[in-house]
C-alpha cells in the first residue's frame, strides 16, 4: 500500500480488524462456525484462514486440554458401555461410504446402541 517500513521496527497487526473486515470475510459479525465445514484447514490454529478464532502462537490455549477431555469421555463411553447395532442388524449389512470434509466421516451415520455394562 505504499508504505516504507525500516528494518527493526515492530509491527502490530490488528487480528480483531482483519477478522471483520468484511470485504474478506461473509458476513464476519455473524456467529457462523459451518462456514468452516468441508475445509480443508486445521482447527489447530495453525492456518490463518482461522483468525476470527485465533490463529498461530496466540491460538486458543485450552486446544490441548480440551481435546485430552474429549478422549477421555470417549475412552469412558467404550469402556463402561456394551454397544451393538439397534435392531438386530448385522456388521456386514453397514454402509461404510465415506465423505469428505474436514476429516473423514461416514455417508450415512453409524446408530449404535449403548448398555451399561456391570461391573
Known amino acids: 500500500m505504499g508504505y516504507d517500513i525500516a528494518a527493526g521496527t515492530m509491527v502490530i497487526t490488528n487480528a480483531w480488524a482483519i477478522g471483520r473486515d468484511p470485504s474478506l470475510w461473509n458476513e464476519p459479525e455473524e456467529f457462523r462456525p459451518e462456514r468452516f465445514l468441508n ?50 442388524a448385522k456388521a456386514e449389512d453397514l454402509d461404510i461410504t465415506e465423505c469428505p470434509g474436514v476429516g473423514i466421516h461416514r455417508r450415512i451415520p453409524l446408530l449404535a446402541a449403548a448398555t451399561p455394562r456391570s461391573c
Do not use: T, Y
Open 39 to 88: 475445509s480443508p484447514i486445521d482447527f489447530k490454529g495453525l492456518n490463518f484462514q482461522l483468525i476470527p478464532f485465533c490463529a498461530g502462537r496466540r491460538g486458543c490455549p485450552g486446544i490441548s486440554f480440551a481435546m485430552a477431555v474429549n478422549e477421555r469421555v470417549l475412552a469412558n463411553l467404550v469402556h463402561k458401555f456394551d454397544w451393538a447395532l439397534p435392531g438386530g
